[in-house]
């Protein structure tokens, strides 16, 4: 038990590492124009910029790291990053030649955020939007990933720990219904409240271990199923940061 708690310990010290397929800190950048035209957006020279203070004299570019980027369209923008820095600063080049920096804004709590960026004749001016845009798990590319992901990971792994423990295998059939439920819940609605990814998998792993034990009780005890939960919600989140840099270039 000893040796289960320390394991649980590391890995939420490593989780925000390990959070490839989970939801990420998001940033969703809406256009309005205070300029005689309305130039579009070059997505391939715009940045945006990470700062250490609200200077930004210490930064550094989001830049592409898995699913961590900037994506633009010729009107829009959104980032997807594995840990914000403190402070952030855009940098849109234009089709009219010009390239405008913003002011430096602060990074909210949350993990989805939604801004407002006034497009000037020489500048930004971004600023948090009390109206965050809708967003629609079920029309996530990532989302669906990650999904399949985890289906396909955990239940190799609940097929090795229930063929270890020598457990009935239709143990299975509520590992796949469970994560139909915590997928939509975590991408949909908790994204939007919680400030921490591994908030996240802990509702994961508790929610699982509960479910699956309601499931099959005649079968495996709670204590079981806390350590079926453990073992396929770990499994999942440390592959799926490596599986989410090999799909990443395929999501958007």
């Not at 829009?76 to 849109?92: D, K, R, T, V």
Request: aromatic fraction near 16%.
């Amino acid at each position: 038990m000893k040796k289960l708690l320390s394991f649980t310990f590391l890995f939420f010290a490593l989780a925000p590492l390990w959070g490839g397929i989970s939801p990420k800190p998001e940033m969703d950048f809406s256009f309005e124009y205070q300029t005689q035209h309305q130039p579009s957006i070059l997505p391939a020279t715009s940045e945006q910029i990470q700062c250490k203070d609200n200077q930004c004299i210490g930064q550094e570019p989001l830049g592409v790291y898995g699913l961590q980027k900037l994506y633009c369209q010729t009107g829009s923008c959104f980032s997807i990053a594995y840990e914000y820095a403190p402070f952030q600063q855009l940098i849109i080049d234009f089709s009219d030649g010009v390239k405008r920096e913003s002011n430096v804004f602060a990074t909210p709590s949350k993990l989805r955020n939604s801004f407002v960026v006034t497009v000037r004749e020489k500048d930004l001016l971004v600023e948090p939007t009390a109206q965050p845009q809708k967003f629609n798990a079920l029309a996530r590319a990532d989302a669906w990933a990650s999904l399949l992901i985890i289906l396909l990971v955990e239940l190799v792994a609940a097929f090795a720990y229930l063929y270890y423990t020598e457990k009935s295998y239709r143990v299975l059939y509520s590992v796949v219904l469970v994560n139909l439920i915590t997928m939509p819940i975590s991408w949909q609605f908790l994204a939007q409240v919680v400030t921490e990814t591994p908030l996240i998998w802990l509702f994961s792993f508790v929610f699982e271990a509960f479910f699956i034990w309601l499931c099959n009780r005649k079968t495996l005890s709670l204590r079981n199923a806390g350590v079926l939960s453990l073992a396929i919600n770990v499994s999942s989140y440390s592959a799926g940061m490596m599986i989410s840099f090999l799909i990443a270039p395929y999501l958007f």
